[in-house]
């Protein structure tokens, strides 16, 4: 069995158990042995030894890392004290809590690294406040599950940590690059709630805007707010490296939520261990499988056979970023992040450098779009959180959820097309 066929062989198999509702890494690794046992080109060893060294990576030990610090951050009351510096700013505007919630899931987003993990810890403060000023609960749930997205674009990221494991891309400059889109998502979410909230006359929290209270939230969310400072920072002024920053940003979280906001006890810092070590233990998984699946594909040449095809399809750099979008939309609506970026990765990347696309600017291309399948049925992680969170049914989530959908879009054509939105930091810092 070689070339296409192994790749139509594993494909198959791989939708089939999805379909079956098996669980993606063991769906990723089950396709691989059934492929092995049929006649692959690799054995049973090749298999066990390829997902050993999948995991032995020092930038993979940032997501354990990354995951628990924001869990920690959210037991700490970190997520409180942004939602409330924000409020103080422009809360009283038409709209002001949409804004607030946007921005504070793009800060969120910059302790946590996770969407799901965005939409949880904000959308338990921020739900009832705009409920009961008046905002209709679909729209509400609706726009925390789409700010929830901005949690994997806003560095630190997951899906950047696996873009730059899975194709040697430098994950300091993808977090780096993702700030003006992160920031872009973000506005095109804002001009949406602003409009819509003008449009049904929802005002804003009903208090009289004051500099003295925008000093004591900010005196009060101060340690939340150096978070991105420290961790960012310590990586772009080489400090530490990624990893390095979130094993900070776990001490960092310790300490605030036990010593200083004093939020935290050692019941719930067991509870947010556990649970991180269960999100871990998943992610885990499907990089070892998924890690296989890439090196046999490899092996196998579907990569050079998807360029040679796509090259053979059109020399439009254009034409090739749209089908390319088109692609990833569609995966994201389907597959989960991770498991997405460790089979496709590999693949298009070098397609999209034969056209003069840095990795670094594809690789926020890939995350923006496969973040935007949070919010997509039938996969949508963000659209299951916010159902639990705001106890709204997941089909009027959906329904309230395409013009969100609509304005992030319009900023991955942005984003796509623009390179300097990606390029512009990475290139003045390099």
Same mark, same amino acid.
């Given at each position: 069995?070689?070339?296409?066929?192994?790749?139509?062989? =594993?494909?198959?198999?791989?939708?089939?158990? !999805?379909?079956?509702?098996?669980?993606?890494?063991?769906?990723? #690794?089950?396709? !691989?042995?059934?492929?092995?046992?049929?006649?692959?080109?690799?054995?049973?060893?090749?298999?066990?030894?390829?997902?050993?060294?999948?995991?032995?990576?020092?930038?993979?030990?940032?997501?354990?890392?990354?995951?628990?610090?924001?869990?920690?951050?959210?037991?700490?009351?970190?997520?409180?004290?942004?939602?409330?510096?924000?409020?103080?700013?422009?809360?009283?505007?038409?709209?002001?809590?949409?804004?607030? !919630?946007?921005?504070?899931?793009?800060?969120?987003?910059?302790?946590?690294?996770?969407?799901?993990?965005?939409?949880?810890?904000?959308?338990?403060?921020?739900?009832?406040?705009?409920? +009961?000023?008046?905002?209709?609960?679909?729209?509400?749930?609706?726009?925390?599950?789409?700010?929830?997205?901005?949690?994997?674009?806003?560095?630190?990221?997951?899906?950047?940590?696996?873009?730059?494991?899975?194709? #040697?891309?430098?994950?300091?400059?993808?977090?780096?690059?993702?700030?003006?889109?992160g920031i872009s998502c973000g506005l !095109?979410?804002?001009?949406?709630?602003?409009?819509?909230?003008?449009?049904? #006359?929802?005002?804003? &929290?009903?208090?009289?805007?004051?500099?003295?209270?925008?000093?004591?939230?900010?005196?009060?969310?101060?340690?939340?707010?150096?978070v991105p400072v420290i961790i960012l920072?310590?990586?772009?002024?080489?400090?530490?490296?990624?990893?390095?920053?979130?094993?900070?940003?776990?001490?960092?979280?310790?300490?605030?939520?036990?010593?200083?906001?004093?939020?935290?006890?050692?019941?719930?810092?067991?509870?947010?261990?556990?649970?991180?070590?269960?999100?871990?233990?998943?992610?885990?998984?499907?990089?070892?499988?998924?890690?296989?699946?890439?090196?046999?594909?490899?092996?196998?040449?579907?990569?050079?056979?998807?360029?040679?095809?796509?090259?053979?399809?059109?020399?439009?750099?254009?034409?090739?970023?749209?089908?390319?979008?088109?692609?990833?939309?569609?995966?994201?609506?389907?597959? +989960?992040?991770?498991?997405?970026?460790?089979?496709?990765?590999p693949i298009l990347t070098p397609v999209?450098?034969?056209?003069?696309?840095?990795?670094?600017?594809?690789?926020?291309?890939?995350?923006?779009?496969?973040?935007?399948?949070?919010?997509?049925?039938?996969?949508?992680?963000?659209?299951?959180?916010?159902?639990?969170?705001? &106890? =709204?049914?997941?089909?009027?989530?959906?329904?309230?959820?395409?013009?969100?959908? =609509?304005?992030?879009?319009?900023?991955?054509?942005?984003?796509?097309?623009?390179?300097?939105?990606?390029?512009?930091?990475?290139?003045?810092?390099?």
């Amino acid at each position: 069995m070689q070339g296409a066929v192994a790749g139509i062989v =594993i494909f198959v198999i791989f939708m089939a158990l !999805c379909f079956m509702t098996v669980p993606i890494g063991i769906s990723i #690794g089950a396709a !691989c042995v059934i492929y092995c046992l049929l006649g692959g080109s690799v054995d049973m060893n090749y298999i066990t030894t390829n997902m050993f060294t999948g995991c032995d990576s020092f930038p993979l030990m940032a997501i354990p890392f990354f995951v628990l610090s924001g869990a920690l951050m959210e037991g700490g009351g970190l997520s409180k004290r942004l939602v409330n510096f924000f409020d103080a700013f422009v809360g009283h505007k038409t709209g002001g809590l949409a804004i607030v !919630c946007v921005i504070a899931c793009m800060f969120f987003g910059a302790i946590s690294g996770s969407a799901p993990a965005t939409v949880a810890a904000i959308g338990t403060i921020m739900a009832p406040s705009m409920i +009961e000023r008046g905002y209709s609960k679909g729209f509400t749930m609706a726009l925390i599950a789409a700010s929830g997205c901005l949690g994997t674009i806003i560095p630190p990221s997951i899906p950047m940590v696996m873009f730059g494991v899975a194709t #040697g891309t430098s994950i300091s400059s993808l977090f780096m690059a993702g700030f003006l889109p992160g920031i872009s998502c973000g506005l !095109c979410l804002i001009v949406l709630s602003v409009m819509t909230s003008k449009k049904n #006359g929802w005002t804003g &929290n009903g208090l009289t805007f004051t500099w003295a209270r925008v000093g004591r939230e900010f005196k009060d969310a101060i340690w939340a707010l150096l978070v991105p400072v420290i961790i960012l920072g310590g990586i772009y002024g080489g400090i530490f490296t990624p990893t390095e920053a979130a094993v900070v940003a776990v001490v960092y979280a310790l300490i605030i939520g036990l010593f200083v906001y004093k939020e935290l006890d050692l019941s719930t810092v067991w509870v947010k261990l556990f649970d991180s070590a269960k999100t871990t233990g998943t992610i885990l998984i499907i990089v070892a499988t998924g890690t296989v699946l890439g090196r046999v594909l490899t092996l196998e040449q579907i990569p050079t056979m998807v360029a040679t095809a796509l090259q053979s399809f059109t020399d439009s750099r254009f034409v090739i970023l749209l089908v390319i979008d088109l692609i990833l939309l569609v995966v994201g609506c389907l597959m +989960e992040t991770t498991s997405a970026i460790l089979i496709i990765a590999p693949i298009l990347t070098p397609v999209v450098a034969a056209f003069g696309v840095n990795p670094i600017h594809f690789g926020i291309i890939m995350v923006v779009n496969l973040s935007i399948g949070f919010i997509t049925p039938p996969v949508g992680a963000n659209l299951f959180v916010a159902c639990g969170v705001g &106890n =709204i049914k997941f089909q009027e989530l959906v329904k309230n959820i395409w013009t969100f959908l =609509i304005a992030l879009l319009v900023a991955l054509v942005a984003i796509t097309y623009i390179e300097p939105i990606a390029m512009l930091l990475p290139n003045l810092f390099s």
